[in-house]
């Protein structure tokens, strides 16, 4: 069961993404806005998110939603544990404010969803150029927290799988201290129910929760960067104690 439920699921999000992709190309060519051209694609978002829901009994339970930030224009850099493709896709679902995410740029060479990402107010980065690819990050971020854009990164870089504590990277904790946003720690339990790199997922509940605002101001990339790190893989351990089990 399933098998057949994460196959419909995966058959939705591939018809359905072609026509949004080519809306979001449609709207960028006659000049809409890039935050009119975001609201079709965290439209597309929360479709899927709803679609795993109805389809293969995949929910969403989230606390902390008061710890974010108040104001039109007030800055935040979002730091995610990683588990899935599932937080990619809810992030945008759930947030008061548009989401830039920072990523690789290969991803815009995929049919359809890069070419629609590739029209967003998005930050694509190339790897191989580690120290221009941070300057790039810090450039682009200022403009967009300016315009009340929220900037999101995954530390760890990469999905983890469940139970498990990734490198954290200090990317997001510079751009932090760069452009003096706080930074908002988040744990995610996704991979109970969208295992890292699987096909067949499984019904049941994502925990998301949300931690207070991290103060940026005055402060070290890697001591910001372990104390995102020591919340997060902690509240992991309250919220999916099972997983950890085995490990501690």
Known sequence: MAMIRSTVHMAF???TVIPFALLIVLAAAVGLRADKRYAIA??????SIQA???IMGVRYRIQGQENLPDGATSPAILLVKHQSTYETFLMPAIMPHPLAYVFKRELLYVPFFGWAIGLLDMIHIDRSQRAKAFGKVVEQGQK??????WVIMFPEGTRIPRGERGNYKSGGARLAIATGAPVIPIAVTSAKCWPRKAFIKFPGVVDVSIGAPIDSVGREADELTREVEHWIESEMR?????????KS
């Open 52 to 54: 795993a829901r109805v």
């Open 144 to 149: 967009l927290l300016a315009q009340g854009t």
């Open 13 to 15: 999000m591939f018809v």
């Open 238 to 246: 309250r919220l999916d104690p099972e997983a950890y089990v085995a």
């Open 42 to 47: 965290a439209y597309w978002l929360n479709l």
